[in-house]
């Protein structure tokens, strides 16, 4: 079996867990035998186009020509029997949909986040929780709310496209939802639910870690609405020390945040962005995982990793974080009040949960579970 993995990587800059899983996919598929052609740009591509490369960006999103020669001339050589495509933004546009659909190959599409409906993709806007344009023709609230970057002309240019291809979405073959949180999203977009499979992400099995650990780590992006604000709240209404060290991993527009309670709470450490086998080696140090989003979070790679590691979880109620975490954690409402008393109880009861947590990644989230479904949800759409 061919099939063409196409990815929109996000930008080196900002790390990426849906980065980290296409790779992982890739791998595991050629692993079990598939024979797997990545059609891949970058949104690093851009600090190196020309002035008139970077005239035309903004319509990328509705159609990108490159993208559709390159991707037809891989189709002509290779044959592919499935094209599955993440994410199409902006360098390769849905368009890539109907490219393949005029060389009849049928497309997959995982569904990352809300962006058939939603300019940012988010349904998070000015720190709440926003639907405003689920259900509209055109998003015409996207452009009112500058939502797409802060602009209001770029946020024009997405609600153009989500407008555009509201059939081309339509037309996918079969979706892929991670969670039964984007299958209700699909449903409300009117996928009828035999075109969706509900499958999550796995990651590789690199172990799980020794002892119990102590304490907490929060690794995301910090942006307000990854909750770094809502974890430091509810710290804070803990003495110093209480709860054993949070250890903060991660870079964004929040980190003087995280820097200055480093500075004002001795329980409380800032390691920065460090690599990926560091970032396992803290997860393994501490004893819980806390993922506090404040939107509807589809499939945050850290719960899977901390899973993996044997370590539960403390998360919010939003998207599909209660779907991931299951049994192996902690569910609480998204304020400082509930996430402070999540965090007492898995101080108290985070190592009783070591050995469940390893074993739902093993049973959930492993290579071995997920790869062959999604064999088998590619063998369903060419029968």
């Not at 945050?300 to 990793?305: D, M």
Request: a neutral charge; charged letters at 20%.
């Amino acid at each position: 079996m061919k099939v063409v993995v196409a990815h929109n990587r996000y930008a080196s800059g900002a790390p990426s867990g849906e980065n980290v899983i296409v790779d992982a996919e890739i791998a595991q598929l050629s692993t079990a035998g598939v024979s797997v052609l990545p059609f891949l740009r970058s949104s690093d591509e851009i600090g190196t186009f020309s002035t008139a490369q970077k005239v035309l960006l903004p319509l990328s999103p509705i159609r990108n020509g490159e993208s559709q020669r390159a991707l037809e001339k891989l189709i002509k050589a290779e044959k592919p029997d499935v094209l599955h495509l993440h994410n199409a933004y902006p360098l390769l546009s849905p368009w890539v949909v109907r490219t393949a659909h005029a060389h009849n190959v049928p497309v997959v599409h995982t569904v990352h986040n809300y962006r058939q409906v939603c300019a940012p993709g988010l349904y998070f806007r000015d720190g709440h929780i926003c639907t405003e344009c689920r259900g509209k023709a055109f998003a015409l609230p996207a452009i009112r709310h500058a939502c797409y970057r802060g602009s209001k002309a770029q946020s024009a240019v997405m609600a153009t496209t989500l407008a555009v291809h509201r059939g081309t979405w339509r037309g996918v073959d079969r979706f892929i939802a991670l969670t039964d949180r984007i299958a209700e999203h699909l449903r409300d977009f009117g996928i009828p639910d035999e075109r969706i499979t509900v499958k999550p992400n796995g990651i590789p099995d690199t172990g799980a870690a020794t002892g119990t650990g102590e304490g907490f780590v929060y690794v995301a992006r910090l942006s307000p609405e990854k909750g770094l604000e809502l974890v430091l709240d509810a710290w804070r209404r803990h003495p110093d020390g209480a709860l054993g060290p949070l250890r903060i991993i991660g870079d964004g527009p929040l980190r003087p945040l995280a820097e200055a309670a480093a500075r004002d709470r001795s329980d409380i450490s800032y390691l920065g962005v460090v690599p990926n086998t560091e970032v396992r080696s803290q997860l393994g140090a501490s004893a819980c995982t806390i993922v506090a989003s404040t939107w509807h979070d589809v499939l945050p790679t850290v719960v899977l990793e901390s899973l993996c590691a044997g370590r539960p979880a403390l998360v919010t109620d939003r998207g599909g974080l209660p779907f991931l975490t299951g049994d192996a954690g902690w569910v609480t409402e998204a304020t400082p009040e509930a996430l402070a008393e999540g965090l007492a109880k898995a101080h108290v009861g985070a190592a009783g949960l070591a050995t469940v947590a390893r074993r739902r990644y093993e049973e959930h989230f492993s290579p071995d579970v997920l790869t062959q479904r999604l064999i088998d949800v590619y063998r369903s759409v060419l029968r």
